[in-house]
């Protein structure tokens, strides 16, 4: 009886799974040429954009499907979550961005663990992801996070504390600076949107000034990129537009 029954519950499985899964996973991949080529008609003849995909709660298999399709960074927002997936794609040569806001309770796992980390947003987290950060691990490179259109958000520095912590991040010996990055409010309005990206641009280009060697502008979402781009962003973020819809 229990040899039938077993029979049964795999057919039933494979009727009910086989038939998703391809259209799901090639769904996946028509995604990010469509992204693409939102980017490139957003870039127009200006400089090229680097694309971040947001993997965060999407499964390894997914990630890997799309490093496949020769994406090769990737963001993520728990730290714990992304270590495990980490271990499961360690035979892909991939690019891990941290973006999420920071507890100082995960800085060592991000120290120990990422290439990136976009969401710095207080001198703490830099003191101790300068400490945490292994002495055999090229240097972390950081985006400062800036607080943008929305003085009481939680998230993001003023630019006063930005200019602090990019002057202690030039005598830092294991993290490095590359630039900023913003989450604007979001808006349907692309003036809007616009008016976000240009305060950040014009902050950015206030800071190259000063640090000729940063070069990375971290702004856009699936649903503002044009915008982003518009304003000078250099490296977009997209996980919905890639993946579909997080659980
Ligand atoms: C989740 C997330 C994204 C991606 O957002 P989507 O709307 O899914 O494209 C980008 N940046 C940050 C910081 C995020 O947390």
């Known amino acids: 009886m229990g040899g039938i029954e077993t029979g049964n519950k795999l057919q039933c499985f494979v009727l009910t799974i086989l038939p998703n899964k391809p259209i799901i996973m090639s769904e996946i991949i028509e995604n990010l040429k469509h992204v693409k080529q ?5 870039v127009g003849s200006g400089d090229s954009v680097d694309l971040l995909a947001v993997s965060k709660k999407h ?17 993520e927002n728990y730290a714990q979550e992304a270590i495990d997936k980490m271990a499961e794609l360690a035979d892909l040569d991939l690019v891990w ?15 120990g663990h990422f290439d990136w980390v976009q969401s710095v947003d207080r ?10 950060r292994p002495e055999e691990m090229a240097p972390l490179n950081v985006l400062l996070q800036i607080k943008i259109g929305d003085e009481d958000s939680k998230q993001g520095s003023s630019l006063d504390e930005i200019e602090a912590m990019a002057q202690w991040l030039s005598h830092a010996e294991k993290l490095t600076l590359r630039g900023l990055m913003c989450i604007p409010p979001p808006s ?20 190259r000034k000063i640090y000729p060697d940063i ?3 971290s702004m856009g979402m699936s649903n503002d990129l044009e915008a982003a ?5 250099s490296m977009v973020r997209i996980g919905t537009d890639i993946f579909g819809q997080r659980d």
């Open 229 to 233: 781009i518009a304003a000078g962003a």
């Open 38 to 42: 939102r980017i490139q008609q957003a």
């Open 123 to 132: 001198m703490k987290i830099l003191k101790r992801l300068e400490l945490q």
């Open 97 to 111: 961005h941290f973006i999420g806001p920071i507890q100082s309770n995960k800085t060592k796992l991000i120290a």
């Open 215 to 217: 070069d990375t502008l």
């Open 59 to 75: 499964a390894a298999e997914k990630i890997r499907l799309v490093a496949h399709a020769g994406q090769q960074h990737f963001g």
């Open 188 to 207: 349907d309005d692309e003036g809007i949107q616009r008016a976000y990206f240009n305060e950040t641009k014009s902050v950015f280009d206030h800071l």
